[in-house]
């Protein structure tokens, strides 16, 4: 199984782990002699590339075949560098606050997932994230985690910990390691974590997915995902992220659903409703994607819009991906003209969310005033 990684990434080229922040920024002339060392049949590590991997990991690859060490990944003439796909919308949770709304169970025939894969390969993603609904519950799981990562995709996976202690998915997760495992935190005890999912027993099934995936050594980060319900345990929460030694990031602005449902928005803890920095622009539908369980390619989680359907258009259709996603970004309805727009804190595909949703002003706007 290989080690290392040497791709391009939007312009620049890296050689990294999977599942290690750090990196090797070569230049261009050193990823090209990659390229064509790994089609020879006799290749080695460069000494430039043994010395750089003893240097940043402490491996040891002087003398061994470069194909068996390196996957050396092809240039993409579309140059995305990161996407998201959502397996399925399916969950084994009931959250109010979620914003996918109804949680259907639907998802692609692993062909046609092999297919979107091996497109968002060529298309030139390095950094994936794989989601859900629940990403571990969907059948075909594994199958898609271990063909992104063996075709050379650097995997962070969002979930809700609940089968983090099933032995399969952490011999997956241990042999096939990811970047990154962001656990959602829902309370800090059994009778706030439960009634939050509506589920029973599933502040147990995350307290035992946790323990097993730090057990295991796996890099784990906490969302501490505050709402009216649990509000009063946000110290709690802190405290438990900080008993495993986790890192921890606290999300607490609620957005009405993917379908502009405002069944959310009574989640939202007042006292918890953070100011937005100024949105400056991204790079969604440019630079990055979305794709649904149906393999429909959009700009992001939020504009999912006119999206691009892999499974029938290829590569073809991701090159309108683009334009889709600035028709998309043009302020419309109220937001035309706005004289606030130089500070507006909102994306205009999530403004016209909470727009549709009849969701109070100051969810989303500064003329809170109106």
């Not at 985690?145 to 032995?167: C, E, F, K, Q």
Request: aromatic content about 8%.
């Amino acid at each position: 199984m290989r080690t290392l990684i040497a791709s391009p990434f939007l312009g620049e080229h890296l050689v990294l782990r999977p599942d290690d922040p750090r990196a090797v920024k070569v230049g261009a002339h050193r990823y090209r002699d990659l390229l064509a060392a790994a089609t020879r049949p006799d290749n080695v590590v460069p000494a430039w590339l043994a010395d750089a991997a003893r240097q940043r990991w402490d491996l040891d690859l002087a003398g061994r075949r470069l194909t068996d060490t390196v996957l050396v990944r092809e240039p993409s003439a579309l140059g995305y560098g990161r996407a998201s796909y959502e397996l399925n919308l399916g969950c084994n949770y009931d959250c109010e606050h979620c914003y996918l709304g109804v949680k259907r169970f639907e998802g692609m025939s692993w062909r046609a997932r092999e297919l979107v894969l091996r497109l968002m390969r060529d298309a030139g993603v390095l950094w994936l994230q794989l989601t859900g609904g629940e990403p571990t519950i969907d059948p075909l799981f594994s199958e898609v985690y271990r063909l992104a990562w063996d075709l050379g995709m650097v995997i962070t996976l969002l979930s809700n910990g609940s089968r983090l202690h099933h032995p399969a998915i952490l011999e997956l997760l241990t042999s096939r390691r990811p970047y990154r495992i962001t656990v959602s935190v829902y309370g800090a005890t059994e009778q706030s974590y439960d009634g939050l999912t509506r589920r029973k027993g599933s502040f147990r099934l995350f307290s035992r997915g946790l323990e097993a995936a730090c057990a295991a050594g796996l890099p784990v980060t906490l969302s501490l995902v505050i709402t009216r319900h649990n509000e009063h345990e946000i110290d709690a929460m802190r405290t438990l992220a900080d008993r495993y030694r986790l890192p921890f990031n606290e999300y607490s602005n609620i957005s009405p659903t993917i379908h502009s449902g405002a069944e959310t928005l009574p989640s939202q803890s007042a006292a918890f409703l953070r100011a937005r920095k100024p949105f400056m622009g991204c790079g969604a539908g440019h630079t990055h994607f979305h794709v649904d369980p149906h393999g429909k390619a959009s700009m992001c989680k939020v504009g999912r819009d006119s999206a691009v359907d892999l499974v029938t258009e290829g590569l073809d259709g991701l090159l309108r991906l683009g334009e889709i996603a600035d028709g998309l970004m043009a302020r419309t309805g109220g937001c035309s003209g706005c004289a606030l727009s130089s500070t507006c804190f909102t994306c205009r595909p999530l403004a016209r969310l909470y727009q549709e949703s009849g969701a109070p002003l100051n969810r989303y706007c500064q003329h809170t005033g109106r």
